[in-house]
């Protein structure tokens, strides 16, 4: 009897762990598909609301090999080929970029490094942003956002880009499943 009780004690536990990583809300949820230029599918990218912001989910496939600048952008727009409509980097709180420039910006993000295969999986924590429609950092203000990957890596000092290239792909971040934020259901 007493092992039952430990193992639905421990169930109990495991549930309760499982929940607490859990976004805060399901509403709270985005995604962005990447293209190239020519508009051929890169890769897709999840978006998750958590406690210490959020996090991104990248399955990427045909991006060329080596180290490359991944950032979220200020406009979401892109229009191929070279993605100037997604605007410079986001940055609600107008911060220098770069990580090693002392604070960065909310549009700053680790390096990708991408190998041979050309294919990547990787999670990414962006404490700087949020999918919340009522948060002033929210991706989701009057224009949008976009994730952008570059043909060079940045090199996290260099205002305003880091010098990291061109840009070799794009995605809009759009809400996913129910509306984000603010919703009606919530009004």
Known sequence: MRISNFLAAAGVAALLSTAAALPASAELMANAQLKDGSGKAMGDVDLVQTQSGVLIKLQLKGIAPGEHAFHVHAVGKCDAPSFESAGPHFNPTNHKHGMLSGEGHAGDMPNLHVPQSGELSVE?????????????????????????????????????????????ACGVIQQSGATVGNSPAKQ
């Open 124 to 168: 990414v924590l962006n404490s700087a942003i949020s999918l919340d429609k009522g948060k002033p950092n929210s991706v989701f203000d009057n224009d949008g956002s976009s994730l952008v990957i570059h043909a060079k890596a940045d090199d996290y000092k260099t205002d305003p880009a880091g010098n990291s290239g061109d840009r070799i």
